[in-house]
């Protein structure tokens, strides 16, 4: 599902594809500007979204084997609630 089909979906239920998009749009730059101020997003059931550190660090390059300084940096991290795997595992019905 991409987000086309996901805003067709959310237009079923409110009856407006216009209202889907503004809804859908508004979620998702709410929850990343968040995030990318180091905010958490806590959806009870659902999940958190929050942001997380990688340290520098010394990598490979596989096809020449030279050693390569990879600086630090800062990237969005998602850790589902336990309603989304247990609905994901079977375990649980959706309501």
Do not use: C, Y
Not at 66 to 93: Q, Y
């Amino acid at each position: 599902m991409n987000k086309r089909d996901l805003i067709d979906a959310i237009s079923e239920r409110l009856g407006d594809k216009k209202s889907a998009t503004e809804a859908l749009n508004a979620v998702l730059e709410t929850i990343q500007s968040a995030v990318a101020s180091g905010d958490k997003v806590a959806i009870t059931g659902f999940g958190v979204f929050e942001k997380s550190e990688r340290p520098a660090r010394t990598a490979r390059n596989p096809a020449t084997g030279a050693a390569i300084e990879v600086p630090k940096s800062s990237v969005p991290k998602f850790r589902p609630g336990a309603d989304f795997k247990a609905l994901v595992n079977g375990d649980k019905s959706k309501d």
